[in-house]
């Protein structure tokens, strides 16, 4: 049966389950970043089902410019085009508009803006990113929204907040009727609210009481990691999660490290994404239990060791400190792989340990033992 069961509770942190037609998805969850339908580095699908990857999260506005939806959608959509046969989320495009700031322009209609691969005119409006994500057929597909930076005028993301909102009902609209066309790739697919509204925790209240009223099988939380602190973050998502349905999964997008993810679970979240990991192991940077490491340090010019003690990931089982800081140095591909598939491996890794400490009762001492050892930079210690 398909549909959102919390089993478990520790505190505002919960433990749950959303049925999908694609599979079940085991909440909190962190979702592998695989932009153009896969993730930088070259990992594989295979590599994603190995590494315990239960969502790719891929790009309506990257895939849209190329190769094309109608392309995708000839070849089966995403499941097909990319051999993925778990949940698939769709971000709607609207971070990537929020990115293209001097070179969009934005009317009640949609946004307008300027082909990065040719320089061509391109528009994408709610129904639009509704008709390009249901020809990727996603699992998830998420509600076309501005993503304003941090900080901004509030007078301004008032404004934005009450247009996202009628953008919102143009999605819903346009989903519905997706959904009911004949040769849909996925006529189950589910939409998800984004709420938005800056630091102004008055505008994040209101703008996500606003969108909980459309009863969507989902809600996003936008537009944070986009400028502000972490304290801001967390300062929002204390105001705004006590108002998100309370049935619902609650996602937070594009955030962020190991430590953000814990405090978001603590506050309540339930999904989140973020391409730190992919970014940090392209530079050497890699996470384990004890914090950070740069495996481009001295220090591990000769060490014998893995990457983790105890880590089960294509890499620590196979290579050497030494040897990937070699392919690093080196500039071969393969040391930036290794480091991915490791990052990856521990990003699930943490999210599972995390249900399990919900499970359990422990997760206010796995909160208070991580919170902040795993960010720390062992190599400044």
């Given at each position: 049966?398909?549909?959102?069961?919390i089993?478990?509770?520790?505190?505002?942190?919960?433990?749950?389950?959303?049925?999908?037609?694609?599979?079940?998805?085991?909440?909190?969850?962190?979702m592998?970043?695989?932009?153009?339908?896969?993730?930088?580095?070259?990992?594989?699908?295979?590599?994603?089902?190995?590494?315990?990857?239960?969502?790719?999260?891929?790009?309506?506005?990257?895939?849209?410019?190329?190769?094309g939806?109608?392309?995708?959608?000839?070849?089966?959509?995403?499941?097909?085009?990319?051999?993925?046969?778990?949940?698939?989320?769709?971000?709607?495009?609207?971070?990537?508009?929020?990115?293209?700031?001097?070179r969009?322009?934005?009317?009640?209609e949609?946004?307008?803006?300027?082909?990065?691969?040719?320089?061509?005119?391109i528009?994408?409006?709610?129904?639009?990113?509704?008709?390009?994500?249901?020809?990727?057929g996603?699992?998830?597909?998420?509600a076309?929204?501005?993503?304003?930076?941090?900080?901004?005028?509030?007078?301004?993301?008032?404004?934005?907040?009450?247009?996202?909102?009628?953008?919102?009902?143009?999605?819903?609209?346009?989903?519905?009727?997706?959904?009911?066309?004949?040769?849909?790739?996925?006529?189950?697919?589910?939409?998800?609210?984004?709420?938005?509204?800056?630091?102004?925790?008055?505008?994040?209240?209101?703008h996500m009481?606003?969108?909980?009223?459309?009863?969507?099988?989902?809600?996003?939380?936008?537009?944070?990691?986009?400028?502000?602190?972490?304290e801001?973050?967390?300062?929002?998502?204390?105001?705004?999660?006590?108002?998100?349905?309370e049935?619902?999964?609650?996602?937070?997008?594009g955030?962020?490290?190991?430590?953000?993810?814990?405090?978001?679970?603590?506050?309540?979240?339930?999904?989140?994404?973020?391409?730190?990991?992919?970014?940090?192991?392209?530079?050497?940077?890699?996470?384990?239990?004890?914090g950070k490491?740069?495996?481009?340090?001295?220090?591990?010019?000769?060490?014998?060791?893995?990457?983790s003690?105890?880590?089960?990931?294509?890499?620590?089982?196979?290579y050497?400190?030494?040897?990937?800081?070699?392919?690093?140095?080196?500039?071969?591909?393969?040391?930036?792989?290794?480091?991915?598939?490791?990052?990856l491996?521990?990003?699930?890794?943490?999210?599972?340990?995390?249900?399990t400490?919900?499970?359990?009762?422990?997760?206010?001492?796995?909160?208070?033992?991580?919170?902040s050892?795993?960010?720390?930079?062992?190599?400044?210690?």
């Amino acid at each position: 049966m398909l549909g959102f069961t919390i089993s478990d509770r520790a505190g505002a942190a919960r433990r749950a389950r959303l049925d999908t037609v694609h599979g079940s998805i085991e909440t909190p969850v962190f979702m592998n970043v695989a932009t153009a339908a896969a993730i930088r580095g070259g990992a594989s699908t295979d590599d994603l089902r190995a590494i315990g990857c239960q969502v790719a999260l891929c790009n309506t506005y990257h895939l849209n410019m190329r190769p094309g939806s109608e392309l995708i959608k000839k070849l089966g959509g995403l499941k097909g085009f990319m051999n993925w046969d778990r949940p698939i989320l769709t971000d709607s495009g609207g971070f990537q508009v929020f990115s293209l700031a001097k070179r969009r322009k934005i009317k009640e209609e949609g946004v307008s803006f300027t082909s990065y691969l040719d320089g061509s005119h391109i528009f994408m409006g709610p129904e639009e990113s509704m008709r390009v994500q249901s020809d990727l057929g996603s699992t998830i597909a998420m509600a076309f929204d501005e993503c304003v930076a941090n900080p901004s005028e509030h007078s301004y993301v008032e404004r934005s907040i009450e247009r996202t909102t009628r953008w919102l009902e143009r999605c819903i609209a346009e989903h519905e009727r997706l959904n009911l066309k004949p040769g849909a790739i996925n006529p189950d697919q589910l939409l998800f609210g984004i709420g938005q509204g800056g630091v102004y925790e008055d505008l994040r209240v209101r703008h996500m009481k606003q969108i909980a009223a459309f009863d969507l099988p989902g809600y996003a939380i936008g537009g944070l990691s986009v400028g502000e602190s972490a304290e801001d973050m967390y300062r929002v998502l204390d105001a705004v999660c006590p108002v998100m349905p309370e049935d619902k999964p609650r996602y937070l997008m594009g955030v962020g490290t190991p430590c953000n993810i814990i405090e978001g679970v603590y506050r309540g979240v339930d999904f989140f994404d973020c391409v730190f990991p992919l970014k940090a192991a392209q530079h050497g940077n890699v996470y384990t239990w004890e914090g950070k490491r740069r495996l481009l340090a001295e220090r591990y010019r000769e060490d014998p060791g893995p990457i983790s003690e105890g880590c089960g990931c294509p890499a620590c089982r196979s290579y050497s400190r030494a040897y990937i800081r070699h392919l690093l140095k080196a500039d071969e591909r393969l040391g930036m792989r290794l480091c991915i598939l490791h990052n990856l491996w521990f990003y699930n890794e943490l999210m599972s340990r995390i249900r399990t400490a919900i499970e359990e009762g422990s997760f206010a001492s796995f909160y208070e033992e991580y919170r902040s050892l795993l960010d720390r930079n062992i190599d400044r210690d």
